[in-house]
T-cell receptor, first 115, second 114 residues
């Protein structure tokens, strides 16, 4: 079954706490992504991962870091969360980078509230 | 930079009526952009609805159609007769053919009333 799974689906944290968002995919896709979406804005790219331990900043990486130790798993970490990081976070994957396989497969999203 | 602008929602349509969601794009760093429509149903992630990689071509899926118009830099989504099950958020997007990062519009929420 082709699936991208995000955990948790909903999360409430206090400002200054650390946050871990997890994403898994069962399609052996090389490339994975983290996006966030705020009201009235398109999805904004935070990080891209081309494969294990091969990560690249997207458009809005400040305040975030990522980890990819296994091809099927990609984590987004917020060290000392801020209230302006309240958002909906989407993980996505695609077959590979640079080979015309640019269809993205998305998880259902994680709604994060930082109080 | 590269950007996508689409109809601001929500868009409310009665069942069996026609629909158009406008999308225009600017691709300054991508020579031959691919254009996409993604859809997000309640409680689910975005999924590809249709994709067109060549200017002048039309894509279609589930009764939806969109034509890649390079002259007007548009990729409007149309459906002749919507159903209640089409209620969702629709995202227009552009990307490079080589897997370049994909740029999304802000999404248009469609509400279809019975």
């Amino acid at each position: 079954d082709m699936k991208v799974t995000q955990m948790p689906r909903y999360l409430i944290k206090r400002m200054g706490e650390n946050v871990l968002l997890e994403c898994g995919q069962d399609m052996s896709h090389e490339t994975m992504y983290w996006y966030r979406q705020d009201p009235g804005l398109g999805l904004q790219l935070i990080y891209i991962s081309y494969d294990v331990d091969s990560n690249s900043e997207g458009d809005i990486p400040k305040g975030y870091r990522v980890s990819r130790k296994k091809r099927e798993h990609f984590s987004l970490i917020l060290d000392s969360a801020k209230t302006n990081q309240t958002s909906v976070y989407f993980c996505a994957s695609s077959l590979s980078w640079g080979k015309g396989q640019n269809t993205l497969y998305f998880g259902a999203g994680t709604r994060l509230s930082v109080l | 930079g590269d950007s996508v602008t689409q109809t601001e929602g929500p868009v409310t349509v009665s069942e069996s009526e026609s629909l158009i969601i406008n999308c225009t794009y600017s691709a300054t760093s991508i020579a031959y952009p691919n254009l996409f429509w993604y859809v997000r149903y309640p409680g689910e992630g975005l999924q590809l609805l249709l994709k067109v990689i060549t200017a002048g071509q039309k894509g279609s899926s589930r009764g939806f159609e969109a034509t890649y118009n390079k002259e007007t830099t548009s990729f409007h989504l149309q459906k002749a007769s919507v159903q209640e099950s089409d209620s969702a958020v629709y995202y227009c997007a552009l990307g490079g053919p080589g897997g370049y990062k994909v740029v999304f519009g802000s999404g248009t929420r469609l509400l279809v009333s019975p």
